[in-house]
């Protein structure tokens, strides 16, 4: 008898349980109709009806779907429901992210990659205005499941703030992410959250090493936020502040390889400057105030090809118009400066003050011409094959447009080494440098030399102002602020030194920022310009001099 009553009472026990997990957390079963009568309301139960329903399920695998509704990127796609979002990066226009439920995975295609469907393949599910803000209500939690990855990781750093966010939501949100960034940022958010639940030493030092291994950009922050809160045991504080200690000077070294990088992508720009603003100043003595303008020609050349692919030829992908933009770059700023030699320049040898002005007018007729055409600030779309970067930890990202400029540099500077030192032309070049007389009376044509000179000058600074596309937007007047530091470079390299211009370029580059990380920006171009005031003193003709008879002269 005992044993009967035992197990009716276990029998009833299951009963309830049965019926609280249907009605706290809802069937599966029930979920998936909700969400069919979403997508396709029946006269019984309408749209707003059948979402309400799912704003009261206590289940993490309902809050996808409701983020879709929020964000009105829900779509039917072969009969299942997905999110998708418009990508104009894709040839169809649309990328389609997740399948919704049951299985909430990543659509990928026959290369493992996202899958990118066309607008007709997709069916919108339309969603009212009063709908999408019954569902803002759940805030964060549906931000964890956003379609934008910026929006994903800084809910996790939300929930911190928030109440009534259970570590189980977070768990199972981070079980489905794929993004490297947001995976660390909700890891931190876990780890800390776990952290504040906490009751023991050994537990609250083992998250701590837990969310320290994780190196995201708000984990030194946290630890130190962690110290202040009362009652935390003496020896856990002592332990979290030697993990802040490490953490800091783990960043700050970080910080200090970022900087160096940036400095090198700079100096690499710097370097594809000067370099043809050293062979014209070395050869003719020109002081050229418009060769920045020739980088602004090149950075303008880049986008009237990006139109002219995308708005004429019809081709939308952003790699081809950049690989037809390097070689006119350069093609159609040489041909300016070939201009601007046979125009103006050719009269004005042996006359650097009125080269000087000469130029100096030019660059502003350029910069007023730019702007006539083209208006006060464009930009160019980056290439699809550059974007992104090497991905290191979260504070060290090498992206791929500035490793591309790196590489880019060193191929032309090899290219010009090899012209300059073995061909014909660069002996010409390098003889008319050092003795334009001499030169002429040995039977150089001089003046064929200044045109070739002059082209191969200015298409260098093209292709920089091709280069410049990638980490900025173009304006009329993005040259004038790069011709004082290539001048310096020049003076400082020594005049026609392409070693001393390399040299040059990267010493002024990389203390660039290095400088811009101990002071602003202002202060740390003024103290460049210090350095170099004071070395100049010393080194006169700069670090390569001229060796020989005519150096004397």
């Not at 983020?67 to 389609?96: C, F, H």
């Not at 930009?379 to 504070?395: C, D, E, H, R, T």
Request: proline share 4%; aromatic share 10%; hydrophobic share 50%.
């Amino acid at each position: 008898m005992t044993n009967n009553v035992q197990a009716l009472k276990t029998f009833i026990w299951g009963i309830l349980c049965c019926f609280f997990y249907l009605t706290t957390y809802g069937s599966q079963d029930s979920i998936t109709v909700f969400m069919q009568q979403v997508a396709n309301p029946s006269g019984e139960v309408d749209r707003s009806e059948a979402i309400q329903k799912l704003l009261q399920q206590d289940n993490p695998a309902v809050l996808p779907f409701l983020a879709a509704v929020q964000n009105s990127t829900l779509y039917i796609w072969k009969d299942e429901l997905v999110v998708a979002r418009k990508d104009a990066d894709t040839p169809e226009g649309y990328m389609l992210l997740r399948k919704l439920y049951p299985t909430y995975t990543m659509v990928l295609d026959d290369e493992q990659q996202p899958l990118s469907v066309s607008q007709e393949e997709l069916q919108s599910v339309p969603i009212a205005r009063p709908d999408r803000l019954s569902v803002s209500g759940l805030g964060v939690r549906t931000n964890l499941f956003n379609p934008n990855t910026q929006i994903r990781a800084a809910a996790y750093l939300e929930a911190l703030q928030s109440d009534d966010i259970a570590p189980e939501l977070l768990s199972w949100a981070l079980s489905h992410e794929d993004d490297p960034k947001v995976l660390v940022a909700g890891r931190e958010a876990y780890c800390y959250f776990q952290m504040t639940k906490a009751t023991t030493t050994s537990e609250i030092t083992a998250w701590a090493d837990s969310l320290y291994n994780t190196g995201g950009n708000n984990t030194l922050q946290l630890l130190q936020n962690f110290t202040k809160r009362d009652g935390l045991p003496e020896d856990a504080s002592a332990y979290l502040l030697s993990k802040a200690e490490k953490l800091a000077a783990k960043s700050a070294w970080i910080e200090r390889i970022q900087n160096a990088f940036s400095g090198l992508s700079l100096a690499s720009i710097l370097i594809l400057i000067s370099l043809g603003l050293g062979i014209v100043y070395g050869l003719a003595g020109i002081i050229n105030m418009a060769h920045g303008e020739f980088l602004m020609i090149g950075a303008y050349a880049t986008f009237s090809v990006q139109l002219l692919f995308s708005n004429v030829f019809g081709i939308q992908s952003s790699d081809w118009f950049f690989l037809a933009a390097l070689p006119l770059s350069f093609i159609v700023a040489g041909s300016a400066g070939l201009l601007l030699e046979r125009l103006v320049v050719r009269r004005l040898y042996a006359k650097p003050l009125d080269s000087l002005l000469a130029t100096w007018g030019v660059s502003l007729i350029l910069i007023q011409l730019a702007r006539w055409i083209f208006g006060d600030m464009t930009a160019v779309k980056l290439p699809a094959i550059l974007s992104g970067g090497i991905y290191i930890n979260p504070q060290l990202v090498l992206p791929y447009n500035r490793l591309f400029i790196i590489v880019l540099t060193l191929i032309i500077v090899a290219l010009v080494y090899w012209v300059l030192m073995h061909t014909r032309l660069g002996l010409q070049i390098r003889a008319v440098t050092q003795n334009r007389n001499m030169s002429a009376c040995l039977g150089i044509d001089t003046k064929r030399v200044n045109v070739i000179t002059f082209f191969m000058g200015s298409g260098l600074a093209g292709l920089a102002g091709c280069a410049m596309t990638l980490i900025g937007n173009v304006v009329p007047d993005m040259g004038q602020s790069y011709i004082v530091d290539s001048f310096l470079m020049v003076v400082i390299g020594g005049v026609g030194k392409i070693v001393g211009i390399i040299v040059s370029g990267l010493g002024i580059g990389i203390s660039s920022k290095i400088l811009e990380a101990f002071f602003e920006a202002v202060y740390g171009k003024v103290t460049i310009l210090f350095i170099i005031m004071i070395f100049m003193q010393f080194r006169p003709k700069g670090l390569f001099p001229d060796k020989g008879r005519s150096a004397e002269e």
